[in-house]
């Protein structure tokens, strides 16, 4: 959730254009079943996480391969979203600052809780996810009176087709958190109790997340109209700009803009992790060096990347064309060999 | 033993490794915080010169445009702190940012353009067309905020945003309040800069935006006037009608009281019937709530718009009314009151949906409507829509309820044979 309710209504208002509000739910659902079938590839290898059942499942060359590939996809992901941080706070409410600061500042809150364990970075989430939410139902709410009339019909106007296709740009943000699914397994518990709260974490998060981001696309739909909403980069922050009460306050974005400093530091930390438990389970690199180096790829993406519009485009095309249709290959193939393994009896 | 105490000693320089590592991570995550926190974006808020209104003109040379930029400044010996004077300043230029650039060097602070309030738009570069890229830096530039107003000006954006007002305030925050209040007339549109821009976008309605000028002693208003050949005042009435960014004709009073009843923007309005002929007795009102729905007809294979408005009115005024009225009479008088109101309602409805057809430009967002309503017959129409909005069939269907005649149930009136008679 850490960056997608900025881009989501441009995408898919772009696809599905005043509908694009229907298509976030159903995109974030295809998710649901990459989830369970993690799940319950975890459940008859406990304690393993995705890389190490590709290793059993396919041997330990093409397990590299993926995991190779896992790693380079994760690492370059996480260093744009570093870009990211950066890329708005200059663009939107500190221009003279310079760009390298934000990247170091969440470099830093990064390896400080990478290197302070999972524990600490779930407290973390714990402690900011309601803010972030906080934040957003604000700065919705605080919104609707710039609400323009009749902005939202005709439903269904273009048809179905139109929502389907846009929900397709809506489901590589959820193969993001697949990724990271795969990679936290080992921490995850294995009891048949357990299980069933696991399964039902899944559908509660897709449905969360898909909820809150079908407001902030429906939102910027009926306030800028369709047309807007695909021009805006940032529309969210557009819309804190526009909050206004009684004439006092106003430039509710730079409150907004700190909460998502959080939620896009969650999810940068997720994608350190992935890369470090990988390099662990692959090589058995750790340590603080492994940290370092970590840090510093993420660090030399964000600086060697576009900024901008050339950022989200980027963005965009790793989302759209490496996780995506990685995430949901690499799945799908070690769900499929698992079963026809256990239909052929083979060991 | 050894082995005990060698694995205790591992553990602890890992530990104390770990320790520095985190230490090391803190001192440095510190720097950056007190570093961060806007020490090298920082500007403070005396240095700033709170922007209040920008105004567009042709500029002499072919390809600029005099944009004006009228300041905020503490007024020194003020009352309270809120007290401001004006500092207006124009410069020529072919972009915005190159104005202000040109200002800036001759401003007494930094300008802060997140103060905004409204944009003038001059009738020359209106009537000219391109405006939108004048518009380009404050829907781009980060500090502005779409929740600005838009308004034409009749004559120059310079000469209302140079108004020496007797009101003295700052003609462009004079214009905000104005508009602000605005509900309690609904007899002009209230256009923010994120509206224009979403109507923009519709591509089938035509933009529309309200009209500001400098009125002088005697046109419409009276009073006592400095110098008589210079207005002191400010009044928003009327509205332009763009298409695209090039202003196509003036709304007069009558139509854009027009355009908001059908727009169902009308919250609380003065009403009168005093221009109707046919009635003898004459009623001013205010409208204490009003609804606009449409309907998108269908007979056989003519479609037709119409208009559905409920409206509340309490009688505030009642004119030539010769003989006291018994109570029966008095609800006699109330229903013709009601007729009457929805007869001056449905002119001047008639009257916007007439000047529509003249210009062939759909500021009423006709097309929206249908579109809204039946997306499958909008389909077929999108395309001819320019050549269809000056025949499309609209009706009206309103109703009006007098709520209240106030705190009175007659009015006072002569004896026979005397006062008029």
């Known amino acids: ?336 060999f698992s079963h026809w393994k256990k239909k052929a009896g083979v060991s | 033993m050894d082995v005990f105490s060698l694995e205790e000693e591992s553990g602890c320089l890992m530990k104390s490794s770990r320790e520095k590592y985190m230490a090391g991570l803190m001192i440095i995550c510190l720097f950056i915080i007190l570093s961060i926190s806007g020490c090298w974006g920082k500007r403070e808020v005396e240095d700033l010169a709170p922007l209040m209104g920008i105004g567009f003109d042709l500029g002499k040379k072919p390809g600029t445009y005099l944009v004006t930029q009228q300041y905020a400044k503490t007024k020194k010996g003020g009352n309270s702190g809120a007290e401001t004077e004006e500092r207006t300043l124009g410069a020529e230029a072919s972009s915005v940012r190159e104005a202000f650039d040109i200002v800036s060097k001759a401003a007494y602070r930094t300008p802060f353009m997140g103060s905004l309030k409204v944009i003038v738009i001059g009738e020359d570069v209106a009537k000219a067309g391109g405006f939108n890229n004048m518009l380009d830096f404050a829907q781009r530039f980060a500090e502005f905020r779409r929740s600005m107003y838009l308004v034409i000006a009749r004559g120059k954006a310079e000469d209302v945003l140079n108004l020496k007002l007797r009101s003295e305030q ?109 009635s003898t007795v004459k009623f001013s009102g205010q409208v204490l709530k009003s609804n606009t729905r449409y309907k998108v007809k269908t007979d056989g294979g003519n479609f037709g718009l119409t208009y559905q408005i409920r409206t509340s009115i309490a009688i505030d005024e009642v004119l030539g009314l010769e003989r006291q009225l018994s109570g029966t009479d008095w609800v006699e008088l109330v229903k013709e009151a009601e007729a009457s109101f929805a007869e001056v309602i449905q002119k001047e409805c008639e009257s916007a949906i007439k000047k529509q057809r003249e210009l062939g430009f759909d500021f009423l967002g006709i097309g929206r409507h249908i579109e809204q309503r039946n997306p499958k017959y909008w389909k077929n129409i999108k395309e001819r829509w320019k050549q269809e909005v000056s025949d499309f069939p609209v009706s009206f269907d309103i109703k009006v309820t007098v709520h209240n005649t106030g705190m009175s149930s007659s009015s006072a009136t002569n004896s026979e044979g005397e006062g008029q008679d």
């Open chain 2, 170 to 278: 700052l003609p462009a925050l004079y214009i905000r309040s104005i508009i602000e209040g605005g509900h309690d007339l609904s007899a002009f549109p209230m256009v923010r800069l994120g509206h224009y821009l979403t109507v923009l976008g519709t591509k089938s309605t035509a933009p529309i935006l309200p009209v500001v000028e400098a009125v002088k002693d005697g046109e419409g208003i009276h009073y006592k006037a400095e110098k008589s050949d210079e207005a002191g005042e400010i009044r928003v009435e009327g509205a332009g009608v763009l298409n695209g960014d090039q202003l196509v004709d003036f709304l007069n009073d009558e139509e854009t009281k027009g355009y908001m009843w059908l727009e169902d923007d009308v919250f609380n309005r003065l009403i009168n019937t005093v221009d109707l002929k046919e």
């Open chain 1, 1 to 336: 959730m850490g960056t997608t309710f900025l881009p989501i209504a441009s995408l898919t208002t772009g696809v599905a254009d005043r509908d694009g509000w229907m298509s976030v739910l159903p995109g974030f659902a295809l998710g649901i079943p990459f989830g369970l079938m993690i799940l319950s590839l975890y459940k008859k290898y406990p304690q393993k996480d995705l890389l190490q059942m590709t290793e059993i499942l396919l041997g330990k060359w093409v397990s590299k391969i993926i995991g190779v590939l896992y790693i380079l996809i994760v690492s370059y992901f996480g260093g744009l979203l570093l870009g990211q941080i950066g890329d708005i706070y200059e663009s939107s409410i500190m221009p003279r600052t310079p760009i390298e600061m934000f990247y170091l500042g969440g470099l830093l809150l990064v390896l400080y809780l990478a290197r302070s364990g999972i524990e600490v970075f779930t407290r973390f989430t714990e402690v900011v996810f309601p803010l972030v939410v906080i934040a957003l139902v604000l700065n919705i709410g605080l919104s609707i009176p710039r609400i323009e009339q009749g902005e939202l019909m005709p439903i269904l106007g273009q048809g179905v087709a139109p929502i389907i296709l846009a929900g397709f740009k809506v489901t590589p943000f959820v193969m993001e958190y697949i990724l990271f699914f795969a990679g936290i397994l080992p921490f995850l518990p294995t009891d048949k109790q357990e299980f069933t709260r696991l399964k039902k974490g899944v559908w509660l998060t897709v449905f969360l997340v898909g909820f809150v981001n079908t407001l902030v696309v429906l939102m910027q739909i009926v306030i800028f109209g369709p047309s807007e909403t695909v021009n805006l980069v940032y529309g969210l922050l557009v819309l804190g700009k526009m909050v206004e009460v009684s004439r006092t306050i106003s430039g509710v974005e730079s409150l907004f803009l700190g909460a998502w400093f959080g939620a896009l530091v969650i999810k940068i930390c997720a994608f350190f992790f992935v890369v470090l438990w990988s390099l662990e389970s692959l090589f058995r690199l750790k340590g603080t060096k492994s940290h370092l180096v970590i840090g510093m790829i993420f660090m030399g993406v964000a600086l060697s990347n576009k900024r901008g519009p050339g950022l989200i485009v980027e963005i965009g095309l790793v989302d759209n064309y490496l996780i995506f249709p990685f995430a949901s290959l690499w799945i799908l193939t070690i769900w499929t």
